[in-house]
């Protein structure tokens, strides 16, 4: 059976379309999930995309943590549910504690918007494992709000367990600690990931094709996982 990748709606939400259609391209089934509804309708694994989640307006996915969804969606990645945020979806699974740290400020205080080089550390989770680790990958990148940041403990761990999942290469766009573009928690189901690999999926729009791999290994994972 095809599997069955949910997307989440939130108000402010601007590329859950384009989460969908990577899963489409991918090769998979996507569902869309609205925030006001608990219920994941038996979806197989579930995207947070990129976006301006409630407009931004107290801290960045800090309402969207409590919406019903994210409920449900805490609660099955905890029993080990595939989640993969992208940007928005980052800094609100750190926000529901899903991944350690924070997403903050650019340290340059600009937005930015470029293609850029990422190098990927880790290729031992639900989404990442279609690549070969230290391959550098070409995805774009655009957030005003995209440094990571977090204690030298959880940093030091982070890389100690090998959960750091890739790296930018060629300039840090935001500051982020260690250079620090996407991480992992210790089960490897839960992906946060600041650059945008749903805009990477084909030749017509994107810069490459390289972000393909993030939706076809969930989709590998979850065929051998069923099998």
Known sequence: MTARIGVVTFPGSLDDGDAARAVRIAGGEAVRLWHGDPGLHDVDAVILPGGFSYGDYLRCGAIARFAPVME????????????????????????????????????????????????????????????????????????????????????????????????????????????????????GNVVGIMPHPEHAVEALTGPSLDGLGFFTSALKHLTGASA
């Open 72 to 187: 449900s969606i805490v609660d099955a990645a905890r029993g080990g549910l595939p989640v993969l945020g992208i940007c928005n979806g980052f800094q609100i699974l750190c926000e529901a504690h899903l991944l350690p740290g924070a997403l903050t400020r650019n340290l340059h205080l600009h937005f930015r918007n470029r293609d850029q080089v990422l190098r990927i550390e880790s290729t031992d989770t639900a989404w990442t494992h279609a690549y070969g680790e230290g391959q550098e990958v070409l995805i774009p990148v655009k957030n005003g709000e995209g440094r990571y940041v977090a204690d030298a403990r959880t940093l030091d761990e982070l890389e100690a367990e090998g959960r750091v999942v890739a790296r930018y290469l060629g300039g840090n766009p935001n500051g982020s600690d260690r250079d620090i573009a996407a991480i992992t928690n210790a089960a």
